[in-house]
């Protein structure tokens, strides 16, 4: 089983970008780079990995704020997210003010992801999952083989993401979570956008906004 990962916690939101690859190839993949990119290639690079592609979640400025910079200095593709998030890339300069981060540059995904399609690198391949609610365009990565889902701000341990946001809707969460998360199985640890990994069966024993479903 070739797959690993790492998450590094960054911005002032501290979100967990993760980077992850391919033990055999050695080749890695980024999920949502959200700042601090010289930290992010300083951890490439001390692993001896080779950054091939930037992989998002969903187009928030904490997730994707240093994702044109990061694609443009090293000429990396970015793949997803949804093209639902179209709006939230092209207002990533207004984010950046409002938010106190440093300037984000808008950029165009390479490919745009769907439900079911799946990514690729080195000999790993990840499925991928539509998951509105916090964003439209908002979707996770599961890697079935290490029962590893990257679920950026649809679940975290004990809550839920925000549905306050344009566009946002509880009710598509809550469904994108039942029907799209769960069916991957109790067993799976998720890696959430912010704070702690859980596993989806502790989530359904305990989580108050999806207790027992
Ligand atoms: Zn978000
Ligand atoms: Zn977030």
Redesign the pocket.
């Known amino acids: 089983m070739p797959f690993r990962y790492q998450t590094l916690p960054v911005t002032t939101?501290h979100?967990n970008c993760s980077i992850v690859w391919c033990d055999e190839t050695r080749e890695a993949a980024v999920i949502d780079p959200g700042g601090e990119i010289d930290r992010l290639l300083a951890f490439a690079e001390a692993e001896g990995l080779a950054l091939k592609q930037i992989w998002l979640t969903h187009a928030?400025i904490?997730?994707a704020g240093g994702t044109g910079q990061l694609a443009r200095e090293r000429g990396l593709p970015i793949t997803g997210p949804h093209e639902g998030d179209r709006f939230w890339i092209d207002g990533l300069p207004q984010q950046s003010r409002m938010f106190g981060f440093p300037p984000a540059e808008t950029f165009e995904p390479d490919r745009w992801l769907v439900d079911g399609d799946t990514v690729t690198v080195g000999r790993c391949t990840l499925q991928v999952r539509h998951c509105p609610g916090h964003t439209p365009g908002h979707v996770v990565f599961f890697e079935p083989t290490s029962r590893r889902a990257f679920v950026?701000?649809v679940l975290f341990a004990g809550s839920i993401g925000r549905t306050d946001f344009p566009q946002g809707d509880f009710d598509q969460l809550i469904g994108s979570i039942t029907q799209r998360l769960w069916p991957m199985g109790d067993d799976v640890t998720f890696i959430p956008?912010?704070g702690d990994e859980s596993t989806f069966g502790e989530e359904r024993r305990s989580n108050p906004y999806v207790r027992g479903t």
């Open positions: 939101f979100q928030h904490d997730h950026g701000d956008g912010h």
